[in-house]
């Protein structure tokens, strides 16, 4: 075992290198799965925003330890596996760049994120696998004597191969954002099991709920509540919510985690129009907005709240919503990230001061715009 740690003459800043970018990535590889799986996402609510951080973090400080070839002096006389230098450099390189499109969304169209998310991961499993491979190569001598097969063979150091590796990682990978990021969004999105098979709605790469189900509602018994400081309190039925002017908008569905639905058309109503309706009294400053599954709950100032394509949601594409989605009713504020459009909405109340949302107790931001200040790096 020991000689799979072993690594030669080599000088002690690569050694270290070497071992800090394995741990980074490996913090990256465990944040990542730890922040997208379902089954962990809901109990990890709570330091969520600290993972985010966390894997912000191990990504800046990877991408800064692989350019030590161009500033460091490089070994002579050490030549390495070709092997080693594709896998690692290519590899490395398109998982920065996806990773560049889902954290810096101001600089990357919309329409490459949903393919950057799927890349991003399937990179990093490969890269995960490529490290086991790497690793019994080594504890086995693989390559030690057939130093000429295609496989094995060895080249010399220089910063011309980490360039042209890198490179080629980078540009294939924005190659395949920009060709792939024309297509459309179901093309792009790799979890299309999640989505009723021909749906007009594409499959969203995950979906999440704070409490690990779904509330079960029915079109007959739905209500929405809508009281607190207002005039004329209302109780509406869905079938009294698709009665009033419908509104359609179209828009990208974006998660704070990175990923986006592009090009998706919403239906429903203008909430501004339905706090019109309820004349809210001049103490009224802000509207909390409540779930049925009893724990979600989300806030707007006023002005955020009458804003002209925030919407009462009822259908995505001419479909009703999925029950994963918020069926039959939930918030949607296209400027801010999805956790804001809160899902399941049976209550709106009307308060002088913020009731501090779900996700605004466990680290996240109020005014989540979109390319805005988040709370985390």
């Known amino acids: 075992m020991k000689r799979a740690f072993a690594h030669g003459k080599w000088p002690m800043i690569y050694v270290r290198t070497h071992w800090f970018a394995l741990t980074a990535f490996c913090v990256l590889l465990v944040t990542g799965l ?86 991003h991961g399937d990179f990093a499993y490969i890269m995960a696998g490529w490290i086991v491979i790497h690793v019994a190569m080594r504890l086995f001598s693989i390559g030690t004597k057939a130093r000429d097969s295609v496989i094995t063979r060895r080249v010399d150091w220089s910063r011309r191969h980490f360039l042209r590796y890198s490179a080629l990682g980078v540009l294939g990978s924005f190659v395949a954002l920009a060709v792939g990021g024309r297509r459309p969004a179901e093309t792009l999105l790799a979890l299309g099991s999640k989505a009723s098979k021909g749906s007009a709605i594409p499959p969203f790469p995950e979906y999440y709920t704070v409490t690990g189900s779904y509330p079960a509602l029915k079109e007959q018994t739905y209500r929405l509540q809508i009281d607190g400081l207002v005039g004329k309190p209302l109780t509406l039925t869905l079938a009294d919510l698709k009665a009033m002017p419908q509104e359609r908008i179209a828009r990208n569905f974006q998660c704070v985690t990175g990923w986006v639905v592009p090009n998706l058309m919403f239906t429903g109503v203008s909430l501004r129009e339905v706090i019109r309706s309820v004349a809210p009294t001049s103490d009224a400053k802000y509207v909390t907005f409540f779930s049925a599954d009893g724990v979600y709950t989300e806030s707007l100032t006023m002005a955020q709240a009458t804003v002209s394509d925030v919407l009462l949601l009822y259908a995505i594409n001419g479909e009703p919503l999925p029950v994963q989605q918020g069926y039959p009713l939930r918030l949607f504020v296209p400027e801010m990230y999805g956790y804001k459009s809160i899902k399941w909405l049976n209550r709106i109340r009307f308060d002088a001061t913020r009731v501090d949302g779900y996700w605004e107790q466990n680290g996240y931001p109020a005014n989540a715009y979109i390319g805005g200040a988040t709370g985390v790096l």
């Open 34 to 119: 730890l922040l997208f799986l379902p089954q962990v996402h809901t109990v990890l609510i709570p330091v969520l925003p600290l993972l985010l951080d966390l894997h912000i973090t191990a990504g800046i400080l990877l991408g800064l330890a692989l350019l030590l070839p161009l500033v460091a002096r490089l070994p002579k006389g050490k030549r390495v596996r070709r092997l080693d230098w594709i896998m690692t450099q290519v590899l490395l390189g398109a998982i920065t760049l996806t990773g560049l499109a889902l954290w810096l969304i101001a600089l990357f169209p919309a329409t490459w994120r949903g393919l950057a998310f799927t890349l």
